[in-house]
């Protein structure tokens, strides 16, 4: 989702026609994973017509911390790397936060936030730096790592305990105002954008772009490879701290067992058209992507269907979506 | 020694060696301020590596830098940047996910200067927005060479500029090169083409087999000099015992050939190659770099498939849809790069064995005693030393080459295709190369061989065609294929033709492709 | 004429990284003695040969499986969902066994597992879908299969079939597991499949280079679609052991062993890139790794020291690895 500025030059007469066609066809990927979503949601109220403003702030709510997984995941993903401990961070910033948000007073947990946001840097950071240092590949450190991390967190809390901080919970619980936003909507937006938006159009967001598109000429064009990469990963660590407080935040507890979110961080990643070769993609699509692994999910419910057919069909989703794209990807290269 | 505090960038001595194979040997070069320096060498001479240690890219073994009359060592292309140091590479340094507008602020270029350079260039209503991946090689070269002046570099290198570039736009080139050269500023040139050398160039240095042999000035007569100091001293060339054919001996026409290749094309590096290769001959294929040589072999091995013309195996038409397609109608391929070929942490017997273990029939009890003899056999053939260990990667190149050869040799050859299979090893296993080409087509054997060693052709093949811009431009006998003659062919240069007769030869745009090791 | 080439091999260091490359078993298994030795030092008494047969039986189900991951680790490759298909093959023979029966019920589990792994390798083999990515998804689509299938059957008590209790957790004469009876003919087939045929061969050719096996007319997909097949079926058997082990049958059951079988296998020598390792430094792995665990039980300390432990290890080791066996 490149944004489009600059004087577009054109020959022909119609540059804002034709600026609107090539954003449309550069971000074709995205615009259909949109369209999939408004006709999922459209049958969403069909097989449940009483599907309102209720099932919108209870879809965001559950989406929430999923969503910030997969931007996690989209960021090292997008610097050629892939990062298997996202779930185990998660579960780690979030016992963290919930352990010493516990019977503390509201201003305490706004430090105690803070706290676990540099936290999620610095666990990031260590993950990027034993991969640039050790030149261990990506998935075996990451894997290796979610090890360490939930082992971390099994230190922190042994079961589900801890408590949040009321203005944490207010922030993401209920609706923004009008009963149709809900505000853990607005946290997802604000926070992506305060944070994504900025690092994407730096010289550094470029470099990580850069490194993942083609390590060889990204050296040539000057760019330090090996910390442009440990900062990827230390955003990718911030993020994962962003998705475990939401989940602190959320269900008011931490719980040191970590959930599917590593996994489910990779198959909306690869939804969202962010290809695992790295530099292509951006953090929007994998959100929508995330919705609609979601949307899926609630609608097995509605139909009474098995909700392990919904794992089925996120899994069926996962396969069909990366065969299809390499199918494309080998399509393209046999011109 | 007053000249010597007055380059602009000196190499002394420069050594650089990649696992078991040198790139560099003792290679300098003295750049002087306001000069476009050439930079020659044959294929492999390390050109390109020279280019890439003085940018920072890659870190030599030994040896001198000093720019602007300090010592100096680039550990990244961005320092040697800092230093005034530019190259323009090959392969186009842009991201191929990101704008234009992106690769230009990742590299920090004044966006006014560079519209300028563009301009200047002859590129006019580029899309700032435009990703790098959809924009044609040709404009990502230029575009690459005007953020490279835009920064206004003390030294700019530029390796094979003009090689993918249609006419005009080599034109401009040229002429903004010949207009770069100020007061301070010089420019290191690489090409493979004389006329453009010789058109833009003051000076040349020339490197053959990693070493600086010689730095002519351009002036009339340079391109004979040039040529001779990258041939080198023939005399010193000519193995021990050479498997020279009795050129005149006239081969009984065959009925049908063993190989037929008719109008070949593909991706716009093979335009249309035709060639009958028999049985018991060797027939050599000559080009520089770059000129569909690897499409071609490509193709012939299975490995790609031509978008027009056919194949004919024994006059019958064949398709290869995959490399086993071609082992199994005999037709057996020594890839260029040992690396392509070779699995590196397994042992030479693995390696040799590999075919007989490929299709799904044989993925049963391996028989080791049949094994061992065919091996041993093999080994035997090719004199493989095998005291160096027992991964492949352990051995020197010239032996890791010979492996390459004796996988195939065991299972018997019908039609073997050698590309450059004598590249980078030393000079006794060439020979002996030499001899077991011979050998296998005095058995029967049809030989396909692409060398990038001209004097080679000389000692194994009975004929030779000559391929320039994806064509096969000129088809020689033993008898005539000396090397300024093959080399005059070449290069596609008429042998007593005015230069200016072949200034259309820039048309033809294949690219080089580096190749590592 | 100088040649433009130099004889100079390729850095050979000496000692112990040169043994560490080469023969990765003597160093792992001296590793083993170690923490064997360690462990007798701090709980006097309690190593003996009924400790060894614990050890022993604890250790087949998680080699297995570790098996699994090194057979396709020598591709370059990993299976993730083996845990979630050994799990699958457990509980499935549990729940036919009221019904259909035992022999019935092996065959379905045998076959669930093989179209699991066929899958699998249709989208290594043929669509060129990263090993990681694939067998993650087919992993959602065995649990999510299994768990329908729970819900479906309605088994609240699944009982474990006698005969595996009796092979995943007696032990003859109270001391050899009786588990091994299955593993050492595994193991033999594996060691010598890897060695002897063919296939072994295309396996490490595969995961060395893939080029030159191309170019050597072999056809990687064919081998990759057999290698999960046959992967997935190995875990399966892994399930069938661990189930009655346990003398539990659920479909999360081995889902704590994903990391550790690629731990036993880095650890043990097999090459995450391909092409190098094999079966015996696997077992010697699962060995460590099993014994580490135990070691830490017995000392008190909580789950999150052993899995701290683990993944360090897995850094260190693979990072050991890198360094020896990359060419300079």
Not at chain 1, 173 to 201: E, N, Q, S, T, Y
Not at chain 2, 461 to 486: H, N, W
Not at chain 3, 134 to 157: D, Y
Not at chain 3, 231 to 253: D, K, Y
Request: glycine share 10%; charged share 15%; proline share 4%.
């Amino acid at each position: 989702m490149s944004a489009v500025a600059g004087p577009i030059v054109d020959t022909r007469g119609r540059p804002v026609v034709d600026a609107l066609v090539a954003w449309a066809r550069r971000n074709g990927w995205t615009l259909s994973l949109i369209a999939l979503l408004a006709v999922l949601l459209a049958f969403t109220k069909v097989i449940n017509p009483s599907y309102g403003a209720p099932g919108i702030q209870g879809l965001a709510i559950s989406v929430l911390p999923l969503a910030l997984a997969a931007v996690a995941q989209a960021v090292c993903v997008i610097g050629g790397g892939i990062d298997l401990s996202i779930g185990s961070m998660m579960a780690l910033t979030s016992v963290v936060a919930a352990s010493q948000m516990k019977d503390q007073s509201e201003e305490f947990g706004v430090a105690v936030i803070l706290a676990v946001l540099i936290l999620g840097l610095i666990i990031g950071a260590v993950n990027g730096a034993v991969i640039v240092i050790t030149r261990v590949p990506d998935i075996v450190v990451t894997l290796a790592m979610s090890f360490v991390w939930a082992g971390a967190a099994l230190l922190v809390l042994k079961t589900p305990a801890g408590g949040s901080a009321q203005w944490l919970k207010d922030l993401v619980l209920g609706p923004a105002g009008f009963d149709w936003i809900p505000k853990a909507a607005v946290v997802l937006i604000v926070v992506v954008a305060v944070i994504w938006i900025p690092l994407r159009r730096s010289t550094v967001g470029l470099s990580i772009y850069a490194i993942g598109s083609d390590r060889l000429a990204a050296f040539r064009s000057g760019v330090a490879v090996g910390p442009t990469k440990v900062i990827a990963y230390a955003t990718t660590g911030l993020f994962a701290a962003l998705a475990g407080i939401s989940l602190t935040a959320s269900t008011g507890i931490g719980n040191p067992v970590p959930g599917p979110y590593t996994l489910m961080s990779v198959a909306a990643v690869v939804l969202g058209g962010v290809s695992l070769a790295g530099g292509r993609g951006g953090v929007f699509g994998p959100m929508i992507g995330v919705l609609i692994l979601v949307l899926i999910q609630n609608d097995m419910a509605f139909l009474s269907l098995d909700p392990n057919l919904a794992l089925v069909s996120q899994g069926l989703i996962l396969i069909g979506v990366v065969m299809f794209g390499s199918l494309i990807q080998w399509r393209r290269s046999r011109r | 020694m007053t000249l010597r505090t007055q380059l602009l960038l000196e190499a002394t001595d420069v050594a650089k060696t990649y696992g078991a194979v040198v790139a560099l040997r003792s290679a300098s070069l003295a750049v002087r301020p306001g000069e476009v320096h050439a930079l020659m060498g044959a294929n492999g001479a390390g050109k390109s590596t020279l280019v890439k240690i003085l940018t920072g890219a890659v870190r030599p073994d030994s040896g001198r830098i000093v720019v602007g009359g300090r010592e100096r060592m680039a550990h990244s292309p961005a320092e040697a940047r800092r230093g005034g140091v530019v190259s323009v590479y090959q392969e186009p340094a842009l991201i191929p996910d990101l704008d234009v507008r992106s690769n230009l602020r990742l590299t920090k270029t004044p966006e006014e200067s560079f519209r300028h350079w563009l301009a200047e260039l002859g590129i006019e209503n580029l899309d700032f927005s435009e990703l790098a991946r959809v924009l044609p090689l040709a404009t990502l070269r230029i575009i690459d060479l005007a953020r490279a002046l835009a920064i206004e570099p003390d030294v700019l290198m530029l390796d094979e500029m003009t090689a993918a570039l249609p006419a005009n736009l080599t034109e401009r080139v040229l002429a903004v090169v010949d207009g770069h050269r100020g007061a301070d500023r010089s420019v290191i040139f690489i090409s493979h083409r004389m006329i453009e050398i010789a058109a833009v160039c003051d000076r040349a240095t020339v490197l053959r087999e990693g070493t600086t042999v010689g730095v002519v000035d351009m002036t009339d007569g340079a391109e004979e000099r040039i040529v001779e100091l990258m041939i080198g001293d023939v005399a010193e060339a000519v193995p021990p015992r050479t498997a020279r054919r009795d050129a005149g001996a006239a081969r009984p026409p065959e009925a049908t050939p063993r190989l037929t290749a008719r109008s070949l094309s593909a991706k716009h590096k093979l335009r249309d190659v035709s060639f009958e290769l028999h049985r018991g001959e060797v027939l050599g294929v000559v080009a520089l770099e770059g000129q569909g040589q690897d499409e071609l072999f490509e193709i012939l091995s299975g490995s790609e498939r031509p978008d027009g013309g056919e194949m004919l195996l024994d006059g019958a038409p064949v398709t290869f849809h995959h490399p086993a397609d071609a082992i199994r109608a005999g037709v057996v391929y020594v890839a260029a790069d040992r690396a392509d070929a070779l699995l590196m942490q397994r042992s030479i017997t693995e390696n040799i064995a590999l075919p007989l273990t490929s299709r799904i029939r044989q993925w049963g009890w391996i028989n080791l005693v049949a094994e061992r003899t065919r091996v041993d056999a093999a080994v035997e053939a090719l004199q493989i030393d095998a005291r160096a260990g027992g991964e492949v990667r352990q051995l020197s190149g010239g032996n890791q080459q010979k492996v390459t050869i004796a996988r195939w040799v065991a299972g018997g050859v019908q039609t073997m295709l050698c590309f450059d299979p004598t590249r980078g090893i030393d000079i006794r296993t060439k020979s002996q190369i030499y001899l077991l080409l011979r050998d296998l087509a005095d058995a029967g054997a049809a030989v396909l061989f692409y060398t990038s060693e001209l004097k080679e052709i000389q000692l194994v093949c009975d004929r030779t065609i000559v391929i320039f811009g994806g064509r096969v431009v000129a088809e020689i006998d033993a008898a005539d294929s000396d090397e300024p003659t093959l080399l005059r062919a070449a290069y596609d240069l008429p042998s007593d033709a005015p230069a200016d007769t072949v200034t259309d030869v820039a048309v033809a745009g294949p690219t080089t492709r580096e190749r590592s090791t | 004429m100088t040649s433009s080439i130099s004889t100079r091999g390729a850095r050979i260091p000496g000692g112990w990284s040169r043994l560490l490359r080469e023969q990765p078993v003597v160093p792992i298994s001296a590793l083993l003695i170690v923490i064997v030795v360690i462990y007798a030092l701090v709980r006097p008494g309690v190593v003996n040969a009924d400790w060894a047969g614990v050890i022993l039986r604890a250790a087949v189900p998680l080699a297995i499986l570790a098996g699994c991951q090194t057979l396709t680790m020598l591709t370059g490759g990993i299976d993730l969902s083996v845990c979630a298909v050994a799990s699958m093959a457990g509980f499935m023979v549990a729940s036919l066994l009221h019904g259909p029966g035992f022999e019935i019920g092996i065959a379905v589990a045998l076959t669930a597992a093989a179209l699991a792994g066929l899958l699998t390798g249709i989208g290594v083999g043929i669509f060129r879908v990263h090993p990681l990515i694939m067998s993650l998804g087919v992993s959602f689509v065995v649990l999510g299969l299994a768990n329908a299938w729970q819900i479906l059957t309605v088994q609240s008590s699944t009982g474990v079939p006698p005969v595996l209790r009796t092979i995943g957790s007696e032990r003859l004469g109270e001391l050899l597991p009786y588990s091994l009876v299955v593993f050492i003919p595994l193991t033999a087939l594996i060691l010598i499949g890897l060695r002897r045929t063919g296939f072994g061969r295309m396996l490490f050719a595969i995961g060395d280079n893939p080029t030159a096996a191309r170019l050597s007319g072999a056809r990687s997909w064919q081998v990759l679609i057999t290698l999960y097949v046959l992967s997935a079926l190995m875990a399966a058997l892994a399930g069938l052991l661990l189930s009655g082990l346990t003398n539990v049958a659920s479909v999360t059951l081995a889902d704590s062993l994903v990391l550790p079988s690629v731990a036993a296998a880095v650890i043990g020598g097999t090459s995450i890139f391909g092409g190098r390792g094999g079966f015996g430094g696997t077992i010697v792995g699962a060995l460590i790794l099993t014994v580490i665990s135990a070691l830490l039980t017995a000392l008190g300390f909580p789950e999150a020291v052993r899995q701290i432990l683990f993944g360090s290890i897995i850094v260190v080791v693979a990072a050991a690895y890198t360094r020896v066996t990359s060419v300079s």
